[in-house]
């Protein structure tokens, strides 16, 4: 019986898996070339078309140069004409003491030092009042605002800030070398080499004729205040000379009724010189002395800090500030320069990226419809 089971079963093995349970999911990658060369029409077209447009926009959009030019702390020999419109005041401003000596004040010093003169060039570089006025007044920038103004809607007032702002940003200031602060790099960015050039060279023009218009205000302000600050001075010293010759010619009279009283008619030697109302000169030389106090017009004789006062008035009144004058608040490293090479569009950039953007969705289309297909034939 055990023969006849064993029979039946010659051949005992493990129940073999249908060929329709085998499922290959990878990708051939010898079929995915054949798709990709089947497509490479797809590819090459899509690449041209991207390419072509690439190209136009980065030949059509528009063109931006920049100009730079290189400045550093002036030299004394740049503001010469400027110094020695400062140092004419400086003796208004010296103290003449009793002795003769003289004390330097060095109040106007700080007005030619070459950092201060830089620094007030850069501040006014960078000033967005000054960079408006001198777009108001520059032709490029026109052209771009009358465009604005022509699309202009609703919005039209934030649409010319943002013009303004963006323009600000073109006019720039930097710092090449940030270990040294005294070398500043100026650039100005416009649509044409030419007008670039133009536009740093009329910018740095306009900056310079307000600083030294600034520079002579300020010396001038500092004067006026300086003049003010004598009058005022002069006014105090008169009114204490006034009082102390009033005093004076009272004391002398005093002395004069009691000199005649005493019958001191002539000089006397230790009679009561330091005594307030002292008689020791004698009536007849009291009554003189009386007779000259009353002739004093000159109040300096009283207070001889007047006639110091008085030289520095008429020292800031004869001597004149020369607005016509020429001088620099920085030097040259290197004059304002044409630029060579365009800032934007980057032409050759833009065409590798089209090309390249082009036959990226060129393969990926080809992938999707080869994806498509095989899943379709599965």
Known sequence: MN??????????????IPNFYEQNDEIDLKELFIALWQGKWIIILTTL??????????????????????????QVQDFTEYQSQVKQYQPVFDVYQEDGTMLVNNYLDGLVMPQQLFQSFVMAFESNKNKRDFLDSNAVFQNFKNKLDADAD?????ATRRLYNEWFSKLTISQPDKSNKNIIELKVQATTKLDSYNMLQNYI????????????QNLNAIINT?????????????LQAKQNLEVEIQRAEY???????????????NLGEKEIISINLGSAAIEAKINALKT??????????????????????????????????????????MPLNIDKPKRALIAVLGALLGGMLGVAIVLVRFAFRREESA
């Open 49 to 74: 078309v991207f390419t072509i447009g690439a190209i136009t926009y980065a030949l059509t959009a528009q063109e931006w140069w920049s100009s730079s030019a290189k400045i550093a702390v002036p």
């Open 205 to 216: 023009d306009y900056i310079s004729y307000i600083v030294r218009f600034d520079a002579l």
């Open 154 to 158: 609703a919005d039209a007032d934030e």
């Open 226 to 238: 300086k003049k003010n600050e004598l009058l005022q001075q002069k006014t105090a010293l008169s």
């Open 255 to 269: 002395a004069l009724q009691i000199a005649t009283a005493a019958k001191v008619n002539t000089p006397v030697q």
């Open 3 to 16: 023969n006849h089971y064993q029979s039946s079963n010659p051949n005992p093995s493990h129940p073999q």
């Open 296 to 337: 004093i017009t000159n109040l300096s004789i009283i207070e001889p800090r007047l006639q110091q006062i008085d030289s520095k008035l008429t020292l800031i009144n004869d001597t004149k500030i020369n607005p016509d004058i020429e001088f620099a608040t920085f030097q040259y490293l290197d004059d304002v320069q």
